[in-house]
């Protein structure tokens, strides 16, 4: 859904892009490669369908994929 903005499911072109909150340490689906919450933070947006609910999570950056490679 991210790159073809339509859900693969149900073929809707009505997709909404769900940032994170970078005002909440907490806040989405985040995955963290520290102790230090604050720190090892790597956020997951999330791709939703409006018309079925399909949800897609993404992680937008490369160097937030290479993070996650040395961490686990």
């Known amino acids: 859904m991210k790159n073809s903005q339509t859900c ?11 940032p ?5 340490h907490a806040s989405g689906n985040n995955i963290y490669t520290t102790s230090a919450t604050l720190f090892g933070k790597i956020p997951v947006i999330r791709y939703v369908c409006c018309k079925c609910g399909y949800v897609e999570n993404w992680i937008e950056h ?9 961490a686990f």
């Open 20 to 24: 994170d909150n970078t005002r909440r």
């Open 62 to 70: 490369k160097e937030e994929i290479q993070k996650l490679i040395k």
């Open 8 to 18: 693969p499911k149900c073929g809707s072109k009505e997709i909404l892009r769900i």
